[in-house]
């Protein structure tokens, strides 16, 4: 059985890098008065899921473990866009492929917490698929904002990106409660400021820009 003040150190851990990347980001924004994506905003992501994936596994947690499974490669994805993935180290850039293979491995002969015991772990199938479901929505933010940036050809964070956030952060928070993962809950509450600043900022930076057009217009 592994230690749970360890677990919970690795739960705290892996929010506090979650929020952290939300910092630089928020910082970043404010900075320039727009919604901005910083290189370290991914990198940040990538090494705070590799972390939430094993907590997720220590506490038998299927719903938190799914969401960070979608997302992972949308990190690494991310990171191509801005051209910082292969300037890694490529010890570290196998290691980052080779966890989901890893993990699954962990969860088909992990015994006491392999994807069997996780399951039993989760009884309450009502509450297994509120979490399900909430890390669904949290998770298709980031799926979301792939296929826009692969629209635009380049990483950015799309208004849909922030509004599904809080959507899916509040389905979330409220399993983590009944579940009692504090770590979780912790990290989505400095998300909701995150996310409600940079719907802010959204839309002061769109109206700067219909004010500027305007102005050009009336000066021709």
Not at 62 to 89: C, D, E, H, S, T
């Amino acid at each position: 059985m592994i230690n749970g003040s360890t677990v919970e150190a690795i739960g705290y851990t892996a929010q506090g890098i979650f929020a952290s990347r939300f910092l630089v980001q928020w910082l970043k924004s404010e900075k320039f008065g727009r919604v901005m994506v910083p290189l370290l905003f991914w990198q940040l992501s990538l090494v705070a899921s590799f972390l939430l994936i094993a907590y997720s596994i220590m506490v038998k947690d299927l719903p938190i473990l799914l969401g960070q499974v979608m997302g992972y490669y949308i990190y690494v994805r991310n990171l191509r866009f801005k051209k910082a993935w292969r300037v890694l180290p490529l010890w570290f850039r196998y290691l980052v492929i080779g966890v989901p293979v890893v993990s699954a491995m962990w969860l088909l002969f992990g015994g006491e917490y392999s994807l069997m015991g996780i399951m039993q772990h989760n009884t309450n199938m009502w509450l297994l698929f509120w979490g399900t479901a909430g890390q669904a929505v949290f998770a298709f933010r980031f799926v979301y904002q792939w296929i826009y940036s692969e629209r635009v050809k380049r990483s950015v964070l799309p208004l849909g990106f922030w509004v599904i956030s809080i959507i899916g952060a509040l389905l979330i928070c409220t399993y983590a409660w009944r579940m009692e993962l504090y770590p979780i809950i912790l990290g989505h509450l400095f998300g909701f400021v995150v996310y409600g600043r940079n719907i802010m900022l959204h839309y002061k930076y769109k109206n700067k820009v219909k004010e500027l057009h305007a102005n050009e217009d009336a000066a021709s």
